[in-house]
């Protein structure tokens, strides 16, 4: 079935609705684009499922198909119709050969290129039907429409018992483009109720619908956040978030050697490290496992034996544990000897970022200048002349973020002093220190992202505290 219009949630008893979402605790597993990017990588993840207890599955779209659909949509924006046709119809001809291998019988086979033929049909008569942003942001989420009704059909064909649950049922946003957590609960369960009998409910990732109705999405990466958004709707026991890479690791693995992976961190940590360049996890994810306590584990597709990382509440202190990097940073510099010391001067320019709906990464100050960074350039030109009516603007672009995390508290001498030892070299533009136990930061030129990484990883310890003995030396 291909959900795209809104429609109520099921209704069951109050015996068997409370019997199932109130005694029965779940696991929810998401499973990247990677995982199911191939015939073969959708019927190993189905040997990943839970045998002996409920669970909900998020899926995010095959790999590369959000790209794809993405450049479908532009080329129709830019008026390129016969360009985004062809590309539509070349993406249907991958998803036609996935079925032939996907499925075992002619029946499925044929199932599943109704499916696949109905859905690209969809698409085609969106292109060529006066084409709008709306039509693009629905256009976008046929990728995990696509992944789940074939993961669906997959599990029908084994004979296990599952249902589809689509996520523009019950997954909504509100005016401010966060998640409507009452009505998300309440029809979640309801969803769920109306199929007592399934073992695995499958849904999209990263689509849902926006607070006036509409088909819409939470962003790159999303399907992270519906996993824990879903987890935290229905207290589940745990979340799982499945990709290619065995856990998170302690530094960059495509750009520095020999980096290994976290077996457990905080909640604090992992959110740190998520936020600053930890492309593992979405930044989003930890914060609704953390209201209710929920376990996140990182796990490896292709290696599902390897025990992954673990976040949990529980914090290790253990001096510098990971180095993480976020790129397209732009630095901000704010003057006004005038207005600097004044009351109401930081308010002011707060509030016009707060106005553009852009967030800060990083602050510091001095008498006589605020410096600052986002990562979101979409009103920039805007943000810069309501500041220059009362300061003086310096930009600069093409920045990186440092994040170094660990365990920083007062009493732990000596670990920044580490850090800018490593990076003696490495020309630095801002610090951000001691608004975080857990967080070092530092803005540098992107053009030496790289040889920072890999002069950070010397300093990372990730089983036991740093040497006492370096930390005295370094102090000294």
């Known amino acids: 079935e291909l959900d795209t219009k809104p429609r109520p949630a099921g209704n069951c ?16 597993l998401k499973f990247g684009g990677t995982s199911v990017g191939s015939a073969e990588r959708i019927r190993s993840i189905a040997k990943l499922l839970p045998t002996n207890e409920p669970c909900v599955v998020v899926l995010s779209a095959m790999a590369g198909t959000t790209n794809a659909l993405i450049e479908i949509t532009k080329d129709a924006m830019s008026g390129k119709m016969l360009n985004a046709i062809e590309k539509t119809k070349n993406l249907e001809d991958k998803y036609i050969s996935t079925i032939e291998k996907l499925y075992i019988s002619k029946t499925y086979r044929n199932r599943g290129e109704e499916f696949i033929t109905d859905a690209f049909q969809q698409i085609i008569r969106k292109l060529i039907d006066g084409f709008s942003d709306k039509d693009s942001r629905e256009i976008v989420a046929f990728g995990e429409i696509l992944s789940t009704g074939l993961f669906h059909m997959h599990l029908t064909e084994q004979g296990k018992k599952s249902a589809y649950i689509s996520a523009l049922r019950f997954m909504r946003t509100d005016k401010d483009k966060e998640p409507d957590y009452y009505y998300i609960e309440e029809s979640i369960e309801r969803t769920i109720s109306s199929n007592p009998f399934a073992q695995v409910y499958i849904t999209e990732g990263f689509i849902c619908r ?60 992992a959110a740190e490290l998520a936020y600053f360049g930890a492309k593992i996890l979405h930044p989003a994810t930890i914060q609704p496992c953390r209201v209710k306590g929920i376990p996140v584990l990182l796990k490896n597709t ?26 397209g940073i732009t630095a901000i510099n704010i003057r006004s000897s005038r207005m600097l010391l004044a009351y109401g001067f930081l308010n002011k320019v707060f509030e016009v970022f707060n106005q553009h709906r852009t967030a800060v990464d990083m ?6 200048s605020i410096s600052l960074t986002i990562d979101n350039t979409e009103n920039l030109n805007a943000i810069t002349k309501q500041l220059s009516a009362f300061s003086s603007i310096d930009v600069e672009q093409n920045q990186t973020i440092i994040c170094i995390v660990g365990d920083f508290v007062a009493n732990r001498n000596g670990y920044a002093a580490l850090v800018f030892g490593a990076l003696k070299e490495i020309p630095i533009r801002m610090i951000s220190y001691g608004g975080s136990n857990n967080n070092i930061s530092v803005l540098i030129d992107s053009e030496n992202k790289v040889k920072a990484l890999q002069a950070l990883q010397g300093i990372v310890d990730n089983s036991t505290e740093i040497n006492s003995e370096l930390v005295t030396q370094t102090i000294n």
Do not use: C
């Open 13 to 28: 008893g109050p015996f068997l609705f409370n019997h199932l979402i109130q005694n029965i605790k779940m696991k929810i």
């Open 363 to 368: 602050i510091t100050t001095s008498e006589v």
């Open 302 to 327: 292709l290696q599902p034996e390897d025990e992954g990382t673990l976040i949990t509440a529980f914090h290790n202190p253990q001096g510098v544990k990971a180095i993480a990097a976020k790129d």
């Open 210 to 269: 926006n607070s006036i109705g509409e088909i819409d999405n939470l962003g790159r990466g999303g399907s992270d956040y519906t996993a824990a958004i879903i987890g935290n709707a229905l207290n589940a026991t745990e979340v799982q978030i499945w990709t290619d890479i065995d856990g998170l690791h302690n530094n960059d693995p495509r750009f520095v050697e020999n980096t290994s992976p976290l077996r457990s961190l905080s909640y604090d940590e």
